[in-house]
Nanobody
Framework: QVQLVESGGGLVQAGGSLRLSCVLS????????MAWYRQVPGNQRELVAT???????NYSESVKGRFTISEDFAKKMGYLQMNNLEPEDKAVYYC??????????????WGQGTQVTVAP
């Protein structure tokens, strides 16, 4: 059974930094990609950043230049370094993983989320 667990959220002052981590547990064949999403109450979940096996990355315009996504897929881990945080970045941040199993079945999993709060 695959599980994702995020950590690293918390309260920070505007202009500060946080580093989120996501670890995947379970037996898989390939970790194809990881992504970070965020959601505020009443809004849809928003894609923040993605990274695929091989290292190619993509960012939403709202975080480009401030956030950096990285991975250590050999350890089944992903990270989101968030710098120069703004009050508008306050949200629950979710990790998402695209995996392939030994059976060649491919699936996507979500973590439970970690709260990020940015004080003005």
């Amino acid at each position: 059974q695959v599980q994702l667990v995020e950590s690293g959220g918390g309260l920070v002052q505007a202009g500060g930094s946080l580093r989120l981590s996501c670890v995947l547990s379970g037996v898989i064949r390939v970790l194809n990609a990881m992504a970070w999403y965020r959601q505020v109450p009443g809004n849809q979940r928003e894609l923040v950043a993605t990274i695929i096996s091989g290292g190619a990355t993509n960012y939403s315009e709202s975080v480009k230049g401030r956030f950096t996504i990285s991975e250590d897929f050999a350890k089944k881990m992903g990270y989101l370094q968030m710098n120069n945080l703004e009050p508008e970045d306050k949200a629950v941040y979710y990790c998402n993983a695209d995996v392939t199993f030994i059976t060649c079945r491919r699936d996507v999993y979500w973590g439970q989320g970690t709260q990020v709060t940015v004080a003005p």
